[in-house]
Nanobody, 114 residues
């Protein structure tokens, strides 16, 4: 059974940084596609960043140059380093594993104040 546990969310001022972690069990981060998604209040969930099994990365245009997705194969954790945070980044951030059969974490709140 795949379980994803996100952590690292919180409240920061604009311009600040946070690092989110997604600890995976039942799925190997180096063999599967993992993604970070976010859902702001009243909006649809959207892709923020993804990393493939081959470590290819994709980013939403809105976060390019500010966010970095990475992974620690030994710890089986996927990270999202978020710098230069903006109020528009406020959302619940979710970790997703897989491509055909997918699994979601419970989400972690990120709040950026101006």
């Amino acid at each position: 059974q795949v379980q994803l546990v996100e952590s690292g969310g919180g409240s920061v001022q604009a311009g600040g940084s946070l690092r989110l972690s997604c600890a995976a069990s039942g799925a190997t981060v180096s063999l599967n596609r993992f993604g970070w998604y976010r859902q702001a209040s009243g909006k649809q969930r959207e892709l923020v960043a993804a990393i493939s099994g081959r470590a290819n990365t994709d980013y939403a245009d809105s976060v390019k140059g500010r966010f970095t997705i990475s992974r620690d194969n030994a710890e089986n954790v996927v990270y999202l380093q978020m710098n230069s945070l903006e109020p528009e980044d406020t959302a619940v951030y979710y970790c997703k594993a897989g491509s055909n059969r997918v699994y979601w974490g419970q989400g972690t709140q990120v709040t950026v104040s101006s």
